[in-house]
Every structure is written in C-alpha cells, then in structure tokens.
C-alpha cells in the first residue's frame, strides 16, 4: 500500500513538473510572439528631393506582421532642423492593427527656404500595445534629400565681331538663375565651319553659387559673313551632392553691321581715303596750272 502511494505522489509530481514547463513554454512563446511585430514596409518623401522653399510628403506604409491584433498604435515623425510640417502634425494614431494588415499615412512638410542643401537623417517611432498588454516601442531613420536642380541661364554679354571686322572676343554669360548651387562648371565652344577659334576653346568656371553669374571670352575669327553664326556649346558641372551634369546648347551670334555698331568698316575708310587723296591731286593740279598762270603773266610784263 505503501508503495502504491509513492508511486502516485512521483506519478503527480511528474505531471505537475511537466505541466509547469509547458506554462512556461507557452508564456515564452507568447512573448516571442507578441514581441516587435510592426514592420515598416515604405518610406519615403514625394518628391524624392525637395527644394528649399517647396513642399513635400512624407510617405509611410506600416504592417502587423504577428499573428494577433495589436491596439493603440502611434506613429510618430521626427524631421531634421529646417524641414517643418505643413497644416499637418507630425503622429498619426490607429485604434488597432489586425495581423497582416497595412496602414498606409502621409505627413506634409516644407522645407526652409533658407536650408542648404544636403542629405538629413529624420527618425520615425512607432509605438502600440499587443495582445498581452506590453507596451511596445519600434524606432528607425531614414533620410530626407533637400534639394533642387540647378538652372542655368546663357547669354552673350557682347561682341568685337561686326560685317568687316570679322575677329574679335565673343563674350558669354552664365547666370545661376535658381536656389541650387553649381560646382565644378566647365565651358567648351565647339568646332563649326563658321569660324575658328583662335584662343583656348574650353574655360574653367569653377563654383557659381545660386543667383550669381560668370563671363567668359573666346576669340574667334568668322569665317563667312552670315547675318546669324550658331554657337554651340558644352556645358559641364556637379550639383551640392556632386551629381554629373552635362547639357549640349546653342545660341545665335548676330552679327550686326559696322554702321548698327556706329562704326566706320574698312571700306568706308577706304572710301574716306581715296577722296581725300583725290582732293589732294585736284588741288595739286590746281596749284602747279595756277603757278604756271601766274608765270606765264609775268614773262609777258617783263616784255
């Protein structure tokens, strides 16, 4: 009888044991399952690079990856220094989640138009509560790009080049006519059957900051006499985050005649000399007939 009850009391304690194991299997597993179940399937800003001065959205698509619902979430985002939210506020709240669904938010932001442009961390949290009443806390960053792109604006300043003065600098203007600075800035005037270049056929700008402009001067001789000679040009330079531009423009030289210019060509003076030349031998041949007059008078007096 005896050892009947010992055998039962090892037989409970067995079964106790066994059951307290599972309890605390089961709690283990609950816990790893109700753990960071929020996964941050997009984020991103629209436009992917934001000018200074202009509006943007802050895209955000969340998802409940566990298997149980979870309450109360909170979205919070946190942008860099000069990037402010726009009529908007910065969480967005969701009474719950159920597993595998998605929300999918946006935040309107603007940034400064005094901000320089550059790659800034922002940080998002999320915050919810799951199955078991744990308070959960997810935190992450990414980035937001400000940035615009550059513009530039060219002209041609002035000329020496006229109808009979076909050689001379062209000068070319280059204005920053936008928020985004330009480095690096490069100028080569191509080769065309109107003229030949006669000095150096490519200039190096270097650095035009945003509302700024530069000048450079090509000598050039024309190697016809057209109303309008094209001028194409190559233009390279890198922005603030050192992207590779380059753009291949063309822009028309007039060239104007000596008397638009209130000039005198060659020809005129040319004109101007041969008269005066002619002036002179009329008076010339006047002086000598006059004196040969004058000596011819004087021989008959003498008789």
């Known amino acids: 009888m005896m050892k009947k009850a010992v055998i039962f009391l090892l ?3 067995l079964l106790a044991a066994v059951v307290c194991a599972a309890d605390i299997d089961t709690t283990r597993q609950l816990r790893l399952q109700y753990g960071d179940v929020i996964r941050i399937d997009k984020i991103g800003t629209f436009p992917s690079e934001i000018a200074p001065g202009a509006e943007g959205i802050i895209s955000v698509e969340i998802r409940n990856a566990g298997e149980t619902e979870i309450k109360d979430v909170v979205v919070k985002i946190t942008p860099p220094s000069g990037v402010s939210f726009l009529d908007d506020v910065s969480k967005r709240k969701f009474p719950s989640i159920l597993p595998g ?3 999918s938010m946006n935040f309107t932001v603007i940034a ?3 901000i320089i442009e550059g790659v800034y961390p922002a940080s998002i949290s999320i915050s919810y509560l799951n199955k078991i009443g744990e308070s959960k806390a997810d935190n992450d960053t990414f980035a937001i790009v400000v940035m615009s792109k550059p513009n530039l604006f060219v002209k041609i300043d002035s000329s020496e080049i006229y109808k009979g003065n076909g050689a001379g600098d062209v000068t070319i203007t280059f204005v ?3 928020v985004a600075d330009i480095k690096f800035l490069t100028v080569e005037l191509q080769e065309s059957q109107d003229y030949d270049v006669i000095s150096t056929n490519r200039v190096y700008i270097g650095d035009l900051d945003s509302d700024d402009f530069e000048s450079v001067d090509f000598t050039m001789k024309l190697l016809n006499e057209k109303d309008y000679i094209t001028l194409p040009l ?3 330079y890198k922005d603030a985050l050192n992207k590779d531009y380059s753009e291949s423009l063309s822009i028309d030289l007039r060239v104007r005649s000596a008397e638009e210019l209130g000039k005198k060509s060659n020809s005129t003076w040319i004109i101007v000399i041969v008269a005066i030349a002619i002036i002179v031998v009329i008076w010339l041949i006047f002086r000598s007939f006059r004196k040969r ?4 008078k004087d021989g008959l007096r003498r008789k």
């Open 11 to 13: 037989a409970i304690s």
């Open 101 to 103: 669904d998605t929300r």
């Open 112 to 114: 400064s138009p005094a």
């Open 176 to 178: 920053n006519n936008n």
């Open 234 to 236: 190559k233009i390279t």
């Open 293 to 296: 007059k004058e000596s011819y």
